[in-house]
């Protein structure tokens, strides 16, 4: 429009001003307008099949609702479907773009990441990339025609030959997911042939193709098969690692009673905990910042639509992989569910990539049922329990949850359990169908009405304590981010060592007694036997140094103020394993002090030690789940129902009164989710919730209106600076959109 000439042509032809210049095919259109106005034949004579057509009489223009109401008389020029998708370079859609928050100096502050929001998740990108395929496709057939000499037609009307439409490729089907791409044709099939067997010879070629042709009836499920025995390899590896390297650290311990010098226990102990949480940090902020923490927050937000960026790739595996087994050695009160769960994220994403499943690593949609159905994979993985880490994975990371998910979940999810179980089992010379925490009672439960007051009551204990624990860790994390540039103290290495340091000091077996430095499986196995607790437990964890009321009370305090001061520091940590030992010291106390208090009652301390891990659990992240995971992993079901009613009560008051430990850290490090819908948002309307100032054009918009309305665009914030969708109306009179 700032050509004089183009603007007199426009004008002589009755070519409207709504017409833009960067729509698709323009100036093509504009080209075939030039001649048609310069030739002296009618625009009725056009042919049909010619590029445009020059309509000087003035057509209705159609609202999108087909109304049939009175519409303002413009004149129009319509563009046939072979110019649709031709034109100089048509805009592709454009994913918008979230500018991520600093990631965190060694010095300290904001842990962030640079992530992209697409809309409404993986259907938006789907369908997206559907449209983009026919937009290339459509691309190459216009730039075949064009290479064809122009012809002058029997209308005297210049005009290149008409484009075929192209054929879909793709369809919706109910087998591996929407959106599957169709099998290529021969000649493609030809090419990759011979680039296999140029690449690896054709034996190796045949047996690949072979592979790739038999997997593609059954893709999602040797897809799972293979991402589930990857990930509980992955879980053996961690534990035998952990195991031996767990074992060199009490050593350190023994040198006092038989080494001539026993003050050198002490130093050693700490020197060898703060060490191994440096070597942690190191791996972890050197490889990929992406790797600390827990995961979960980060795959609900993925799960939701957003993506992390690099937070699935090779280099976060590794520092994941490698900071985990360092950070667990340290003898810090971690645990490993969280990390697994995005572990197997990562394995799900990087198996997505192989050849074979090429259809799941181009389908959005299919590829978000996997890495949901990989949260399960690395939950049930890590403990052996199929049914409890999916439903877990499910309720932590999932605000709306597709039910197809169920199967994708469980079949992979199965076989990371057998596979855990065949592997670790085999280590430690049990068998395979023993659960991860086997315990057995003596009596058959038998509540009384009294039993049933008993865990109400703690179910009520374990939801405050579960408040508790959130509101202290939330408040560490804050003052930390707050303070860690003032204080070089706070900074991630700094704060990490002294965090170890703290560690090391309060888990010493010389000073409260052994049973403060054992793990998270060895303290949970020492509690929930049926015997009585009043001697050397599993790993000689001597509980009766002075009391049993004494070794519970201290190690419920030395736990709960550790645990929520390790979770804030920036490496690979994981809550679940660590708030199960909680709640079962918590539990066994409370089982302790009524079973003296109240010998009438018929349910062993033991009992408590179960309802109490599985109630901490649930009130700290909220979920029910919980009591299914410890039913799973005790093997036992003799006081489900009272475990059950605990579990309830806990993830009521905590949901009540405050936020999972995952959406206070998602709210601390501004990850975007999909929220759940509030009771006192139902009766809303699309007006309390809409923005009503928004600019716009109308049909009669001149060109000074289009420059002032961009420079408000422009210079109003909130409306970003990639893209502008900006509404085309009727009149401002009555606002109908029309595009």
């Known amino acids: 429009t700032k050509n004089v000439h183009v603007a007199q042509v426009m004008l002589k032809v009755n070519l409207p001003s709504r017409l833009r210049r960067k729509s698709v095919g323009a100036k ?3 080209t075939a307008a030039v001649r048609a106005a310069t030739s002296d034949m009618d625009s009725e004579d056009l042919p049909d099949d010619s590029i445009v057509k020059v309509k000087r009489s003035d057509p209705k223009i159609a609202t999108p609702s087909n109304s049939s109401s009175e519409q303002p008389s413009i004149p129009s020029i319509s563009v046939s479907s072979e110019l649709s998708s031709s034109g100089d370079t048509p805009q592709e859609p454009q994913v918008p773009k979230i500018e991520a928050p600093p990631e965190e100096s060694p010095s300290g502050g904001n842990d962030g990441y640079g992530y992209t929001q697409t809309v409404f998740g993986s259907f938006h990108e789907n369908f997206q990339q559907r449209a983009q395929k026919l937009l290339r496709e459509r691309r190459q057939a216009v730039a075949t025609s064009r290479a064809a000499p122009l012809k002058r037609t029997d209308s005297g009307v210049i005009a290149r030959p008409k484009i075929a439409s192209p054929e879909p490729t793709g369809h919706l089907s109910d087998g591996d997911g929407a959106g599957t791409a169709e099998e290529e044709d021969d000649e493609a099939e030809d090419d990759e042939a ?31 098969f293979l991402v589930g025995i990857i990930t509980g390899m992955l879980c053996v590896i961690v534990d035998i690692c952990v195991y031996f390297l767990t074992t060199g650290r009490m050593y350190f311990f023994t040198l006092r009673f038989f080494d001539d010098r026993p003050w050198l226990s002490f130093p050693l102990w700490i020197a060898y905990t703060c060490g191994f949480v440096g070597l942690s940090l190191y791996f972890t902020h050197s490889i990929s910042p992406t790797a600390a923490g827990s995961g979960i ?14 937070y699935l790739s090779p280099q976060t595996f590794v520092a994941k992989f490698l900071g985990l087994i360092t950070c667990m050695s340290s003898g810090m009160i971690v645990g490993r569910a969280g990390p697994f769960v995005h572990i197997a994220s990562i394995v799900a994403n990087q198996v997505a990539k192989m050849r074979m499943f090429t259809r799941i690593e181009k389908n959005a949609s299919l590829k978000n049922h996997m890495l949901a159905a990989a949260c399960g994979i690395g939950m049930s993985g890590s403990h052996g329990a199929a049914f409890g880490g999916v439903l877990f994975s499910i309720e932590v990371t999932s605000t709306y949850y597709p039910i197809r998910n169920y199967w994708y979940s469980f079949i992979g ?12 089992n085999s280590f430690v010379g049990r068998s395979i169908f023993k659960p991860f925490l086997p315990t057995k009672f003596h009596v058959e439960a038998d509540p009384s009405a009294f039993d049933w007051l008993t865990f109400i009551m703690l179910g009520v204990l374990c939801g405050c304590l579960s408040l508790l624990y959130v509101n202290v860790n939330e408040a560490i994390v804050k003052f930390r981010r707050t303070y860690a540039s003032k204080y070089k103290i706070l900074g991630p290495f700094p704060y990490a060592v002294l965090v170890g340091f703290c560690s090391a000091l309060l888990t010493f077996p010389g000073f409260f007694g052994t049973f403060v430095s ?4 060895a303290t949970i196995m020492d509690l929930i036997q049926d015997r009585p607790l009043n ?3 599993f790993l000689n964890a001597d509980w009766a140094v002075y009391s049993k009321y004494y070794s519970l009370t201290v190690i419920v305090l030395v736990r709960f103020i550790l645990q929520t001061i390790v979770v804030s520091v920036p490496a690979p940590i994981g809550v679940f394993s660590p708030l199960m030992a909680l709640g079962a010291c918590f539990g066994r106390l409370t089982g302790e002090i009524l079973r003296d208090l109240f010998p009438m009652g018929t349910i062993p ?24 995971f410890m039913f799973e992993a005790t093997g036992d079901l003799n006081h489900s129902l009272g ?11 905590s949901k009540r009164w405050g936020l999972s430990i995952f959406d206070s850290i998602q709210k601390i490090r501004g990850l975007p989710f999909m929220p759940d819908l509030q009771e006192q948002f139902y009766e809303l309307k699309a007006r309390d919730v809409m923005e009503r100032d928004v600019p716009c054009l109308n049909l009669k918009a001149s060109i000074e209106d289009i420059n002032q309305l961009l420079e408000k665009y422009i210079s109003n914030s909130k409306y970003g600076t990639q893209d502008y969708s900006i509404p085309i109306i009727e009149t401002p009179e009555n606002k109908i959109v029309v595009g």
């Not at 927050?297 to 690099?310: A, H, R, Y």
């Open 28 to 30: 093509d259109a504009l």
């Open 518 to 521: 054992n793990g998270n499986v």
């Open 605 to 628: 301390p033991a009992a408590y030690a179960i309802a109490g891990a599985a109630s901490t659990v649930g009130g700290v992240t909220h979920t029910l789940s919980a009591a299914m």
């Open 297 to 310: 927050p980060e795959m609900k937000s993925i799960l939701s639509g957003v993506t992390l960026n690099k």
């Open 413 to 424: 999810a199965f076989v990371a359990a057998i596979t855990f179980r065949i592997g670790w």
């Open 535 to 537: 001697g050397y437990g």
């Open 643 to 653: 475990v059950l009613l605990s579990v309830i009560i806990s993830v009521g008051i």
């Open 194 to 224: 011979e680039e296999l067997t140029a690449k690896y010879g054709t034996v190796a070629a045949a047996l690949y193709w072979a592979v790739e042709k038999a997997t593609n009836v059954n893709t999602v499920l040797v897809y799972l």
